[in-house]
């Protein structure tokens, strides 16, 4: 097993399936010790088995991030557990499609803005105080391609991504002079539960998971040249 990660903590939220759990196997895969985060309990715990297996260090922390109380009562014993946080990927995400903005419920405005956007903002305001106490860390953020582009019938989702990618290049600002690095990850289509894979024909041809987590793998390995990275991922085929 790779150690390029050996002694690091990585949280990575979204982590029962798709992009997140891709993104936790390749991190534990390279040492990381992995909190992983999901409402989805038994998916997490199955994973956390799985890596175990396979020679890594992961622990399930079953947490709803539309609930404030639970994320802080999350990331605390997180914090206590391991003492610190050295890589954070905000992974998890929804979105409301098939509807205009003038047709959209503000139920549905509410849980998309608490998981996409809000939801990141308190796990940087949980873990930014320890990167900068331990000199350093990273936060990688899983957007969109529809957070720099149009996208009717979406445009809560596209409203949450264009939220997220203004404040994370505003915070790498604040942070950089700490040696906390902000990257940004905007795929296409990715053939995930979110994307619509299933029976999809098409699902072979988009953007793979596994994808997602390699270029996230570039991201923490390399040299801190720069403290905000922001890198779009598009299907090499149509």
């Given amino acids: 097993m790779a150690n390029e990660l050996d002694g690091k903590i990585a949280v990575?939220?979204?982590?029962?399936?798709?992009?997140?759990?891709?993104?936790?196997?390749?991190?534990?895969?390279?040492?990381?010790?992995?909190?992983?985060?999901?409402?989805?309990?038994?998916?997490?715990?199955?994973?956390a088995e799985e890596i175990a297996a396979s020679g890594g260090r992961a622990a399930a922390f079953a947490c709803d991030l539309t609930e404030?109380?639970?994320?802080e009562r999350t990331t605390a014993e997180i914090?206590?557990?391991?003492?610190?946080?050295?890589?954070?990927?905000?992974?998890?995400?929804?979105?409301?499609m098939g509807k205009p903005l003038h047709q959209t419920s503000p139920t549905d405005w509410e849980r998309t803005m608490k998981t996409n956007l809000r939801a990141p903002f308190?796990?940087?305001r949980a873990f930014a105080p320890s990167m900068i106490e331990n000199?350093?860390?990273?936060?990688?953020?899983i957007s969109s391609l529809a957070g720099k582009n149009p996208l009717p019938n979406g445009a809560v989702y596209a409203s949450s991504k264009w939220g997220l990618n203004g404040m994370m290049i505003s915070a790498a600002e604040e942070l950089r002079a700490h040696n906390v690095r902000v990257s940004i990850v905007s795929p296409g289509s990715v053939a995930t539960h979110f994307g619509g894979s299933g029976d999809d024909p098409r699902a072979a041809?988009?953007?793979?998971?596994?994808?997602i987590a390699r270029v996230v793998r570039?991201?923490?390995?390399?040299?801190?040249?720069?403290?905000?990275?922001?890198?779009l991922v598009r299907p090499t085929t149509k």
Wanted: aromatic residues 2%.
């Fill in 12 to 47: 990575v939220t979204g982590a029962a399936r798709g992009i997140g759990r891709a993104i936790a196997l390749e991190l534990a895969g390279m040492g990381a010790t992995t909190a992983l985060l999901a409402r989805d309990k038994s998916a997490l715990q199955a994973l």
């Fill in 135 to 141: 000199g350093g860390g990273h936060i990688v953020n």
């Fill in 68 to 71: 404030s109380a639970a994320l």
């Fill in 205 to 211: 041809r988009k953007i793979q998971p596994t994808d």
């Fill in 218 to 231: 570039m991201l923490v390995t390399q040299e801190p040249q720069c403290f905000i990275s922001e890198v």
């Fill in 79 to 96: 914090l206590s557990r391991y003492k610190r946080c050295d890589i954070l990927v905000n992974n998890a995400g929804i979105g409301v």
């Fill in 122 to 124: 308190l796990l940087l």
